[in-house]
């Protein structure tokens, strides 16, 4: 199975490093079930926008200033004096938010397919990892430019560890480096938000890991049988990943340079200050949902631990499920209830971005209650109960009629 | 079920980004068509010009704009000498020299706009105690960017019958609370374009939010004309890899 070529500097590297083979085995020959759809991009292009994030990163920290007192405006400089600076701050910026989307397509895939069920279960774990310290790392990036968004939002999310009893005040005055905060929190937060990405990578290659010693996971939810049900990942998801590449930078490309600010707060563009507090405090849009958990809660307290929680209970979701059949395909009342628990997020994240007064504190409210209904109670029963729809007996099976239907037309 | 839940969730996400227009719980701003906003649009130099005017003549006598520089002002069509011309207006603090003296000179190219106070102190004392903040990023700064700009100079009025102003605020109906600090800045012909353009108040409102438009996002139309090259390189991009992509699998299923 070793990687074969007549290339000397190949063989030379090869017989003392076998990094082909490694490389090989993991983008080459890797035999992918030949039934994976669309959904199935978004991995690879969450990989792209980790690498986009920290290769625009390392550029902007080459300008950037990490003092309170020049942050803001050397997020400016970078606008406008340096050389194509605003190209970079804002692929920095709206590539947060495409990170973002491509992992919330991601999960919700994996949700959809039952990806998180045995054998993938670890896999499962490093994918929620991934996402915690992702929402660290945007966090912390989204402190460094000290708009009144980002000094506002850092004193919210750090008060609220002052909630946890005892050690709680402790906690939040290590994190500020102080009494409130200050410079020095930012430049810990700085620091923090260089260092995680290359955190994330090294956990990234660890998700691949596990992921390659069962495959992926495919639209029927059926383990793959013999090599035909498969095909080598070159160049068959190679091409195809590249074409999903193309279109998602399409995407991308209309907001980062026709509505660079969609994702934005206007007053970020305000400089930080202390004395003067924004009407609303809004935290970025990928982190509403847990927002709107956290202030559903009246006791502050409470709020933390069940903002917490809602990630947190992902962790036993393999276990929660109680159905053997992987995918929603052959799950017609689990189907249903996926289609309300992703609307019922959404919902959460409108709540989220508004006053919490009014109506909106009793959806939030019932929205929660159903978040983590899903799991406790929804999940364990439709597993018990459904009847799940007889599965095929080979993905090659599956995936034929199909192809014999599309060549009769 | 699936199609109702999942408009359902449509709508909910629009309903997450409409309010954002509508946060600053004031009056509807009018909304103008500026030249810039289209996805090729550009700057319009005369109407850049003339807002550079009314700030440079009005509004700079309360607001600073620290993040530009003189040099700056060639975007909007000025020559290297007339730059010169208007930075030399300006008297700026420099040193220390030799013998340890701070000195003033006349400003160059190179100098930040100067601000009309020293410190947000003594733009505080000069005000009623409320500063006039810094125009540099005011356009993207608010709800509604330069929409919201050009109705805060139009929205000046005599405050409704009943209404309880404060001593010392003015009302101004596009303004959230309705009670502005600032006083109603722009005058009928209170400045004289040199391309004769009549100095109607809706005129410079409209052109000094060109100009703060400007002033906020200076690389718009690099942006807009890079943005049309990637996506088109794009859209090729995807239809060749499309292509690519059928006949690769084309011996699959
Ligand atoms: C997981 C990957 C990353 C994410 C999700 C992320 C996210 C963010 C966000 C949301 C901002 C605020 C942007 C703004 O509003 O202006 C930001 C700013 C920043 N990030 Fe990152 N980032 C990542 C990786 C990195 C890396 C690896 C570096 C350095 C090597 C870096 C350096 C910076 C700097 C210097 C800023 C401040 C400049 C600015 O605000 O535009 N980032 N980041």
Redesign the pocket.
């Known amino acids: 199975m070793a990687f074969q070529s007549d290339n000397k500097v190949i063989k030379w590297i090869e017989y003392r490093l076998p990094i082909f083979t490694l490389l090989d085995h993991a983008v080459g020959t890797y035999p992918a079930p030949k039934n994976l759809s669309y959904w199935w991009n978004f991995g690879s292009l969450a990989g792209l926008?980790?690498v986009v994030?920290?290769?625009?990163?390392?550029?902007?920290?080459m300008?950037?200033t990490?003092h309170t007192s020049l942050?803001f405006t050397?997020?400016e400089h970078?606008m406008r004096d340096v050389n194509y600076g605003w190209l970079?701050?804002y692929i920095?910026?709206n590539?947060?938010?495409f990170?973002?989307i491509a992992v919330y397509f991601h999960i919700f895939r994996g949700l959809y397919y039952g990806s998180y069920k045995a054998p993938r279960e670890l896999l499962w774990f490093l994918g929620i990892i991934i996402y915690l310290?992702?929402m660290a790392?945007?966090?912390?990036?989204?402190?460094?430019?000290w708009?009144q968004m980002?000094f506002w939002g850092a004193t919210v999310i750090t008060n609220l560890f002052s909630a946890i009893p005892v050690v709680g005040e402790s906690i939040v005055t290590l994190l500020w480096g102080g009494f409130s905060v200050g410079n020095p929190t930012l430049n810990r937060l700085?620091s923090l938000?260089?260092l995680?990405?290359?955190i994330?990578v090294g956990l990234v290659i660890l998700h691949i890991w596990a992921l390659h010693q069962h495959g992926s996971n495919n639209p029927l939810g059926i383990d793959k049988k013999d090599s035909r049900d498969t095909i080598p990942f070159h160049p068959y998801y190679t091409i195809k990943d590249l074409f999903g590449i193309a279109v998602f930078l399409l995407v991308f490309s209309i907001f980062l340079f026709y509505s660079p600010n969609f994702f934005?707060e206007p007053d970020?563009y305000i400089e930080a200050n202390p004395l003067v507090t924004p009407a609303h405090i809004v935290p970025?849009w990928y982190l509403l949902p847990f927002y709107a958990i956290l202030r559903s809660v009246p006791s502050k307290l409470g709020g933390v631990i069940l903002m917490f929680a809602a990630i947190l209970i992902l962790f036993v979701l393999p276990w929660l499920d109680t159905s053997r059949v992987r995918s929603a395909k052959f799950r017609p009342v689990y189907k249903q209830f996926f289609w309300i628990f992703l609307a019922n997020c959404l919902l959460l994240g409108v709540v989220g971005a508004k006053p919490p007064e009014g109506i909106w504190v009793l959806i939030g409210r019932l929205a929660t209650v159903y978040y983590f209904a899903h799991f406790l109670v929804i999940c364990p029963l439709v597993g018990w109960f459904e009847r799940p729809r007889p599965l095929p007996t080979s993905i090659n099976e599956a995936v034929l009629p199909k192809a014999a239907a599309a060549a009769g037309e | 079920m699936r199609k109702t839940i999942l408009s359902l969730g449509l709508a909910a996400v629009i309903g997450l980004v409409a309010p954002a227009a509508q946060a600053s719980e004031g009056l509807a701003l009018p909304k103008l068509s500026w030249s810039f906003s289209a996805p090729f649009g550009t700057y319009d130099r005369a109407a850049l010009q003339r807002g550079f005017q009314v700030y440079k003549e009005v509004c700079a006598a309360c607001h600073s704009m620290s993040l530009l520089a003189y040099r700056d002002l060639q975007d909007l069509g000025y020559n290297e000498a007339e730059v010169k011309a208007i930075a030399a207006q300006y008297e700026v603090t420099d040193g220390p020299n030799d013998q340890g003296e701070m000195f003033q000179r006349p400003a160059v190219p190179s100098d930040r706009f100067k601000a009309p106070f020293p410190n947000v102190q003594a733009a505080k004392a000069a005000n009623n105690g409320a500063a006039p903040p810094d125009l540099s990023l005011m356009a993207k700064a608010r709800v509604g960017g330069p929409d919201y700009i050009h109705a805060l100079m139009i929205g000046y009025e005599n405050a409704p019958a009943g209404f309880a102003m404060q001593p010392g605020l003015n009302y101004n109906k596009y303004f959230p609370g309705n009670q502005i600090a600032m006083p109603a800045p722009i005058n009928p012909d209170g400045v004289t374009f040199a391309d004769g353009t009549k100095a109607t108040v809706d005129q410079q409102a409209k052109d000094v939010a060109n100009f703060l438009m400007w002033a906020a996002e200076p690389k718009l139309e690099q942006r807009h004309r890079m943005g049309a090259q990637v996506i088109l390189f794009l859209l090729l991009l995807s239809v060749v890899l499309y292509i690519a992509k059928r006949k690769i699998w084309s011996d699959v299923h």
């Open positions: 926008m980790l994030q920290i290769v625009t990163g390392i550029v902007l920290v300008h950037y990490p942050a050397s997020v970078i970079i701050r920095h910026m590539g947060a938010s990170f973002f310290l992702m790392t945007a966090f912390m990036g989204y402190v460094l430019p708009g980002s700085f938000h260089y995680l990405p290359f994330i934005g970020n970025e």
